[in-house]
């Protein structure tokens, strides 16, 4: 069953392709707290799709052990 995302979530989604919930949290504290150490409302689009998907792959090699 597909998840109804909105806000942050449904943007990193579609960036990303990730779909689990938990995952998608931890990307956008990883981009707000890591990537931009901001919030991320000022972020045009293409640079939260660029980040969206750096975030993630950084998450990936850290095997989602994000602290």
Known sequence: MKQNLVGY????SEATGIVDMPKLGMVENYMR?????????????KTF????????????????QFI
């Open 49 to 64: 799709n660029k980040a969206a998907k750096e975030s993630a792959i950084e998450l990936e090699i850290l095997n989602w």
């Open 33 to 45: 707290n890591c990537y931009f150490n901001s919030t991320l409302d000022w972020v045009d689009a």
């Open 9 to 12: 979530a449904k943007a990193i």
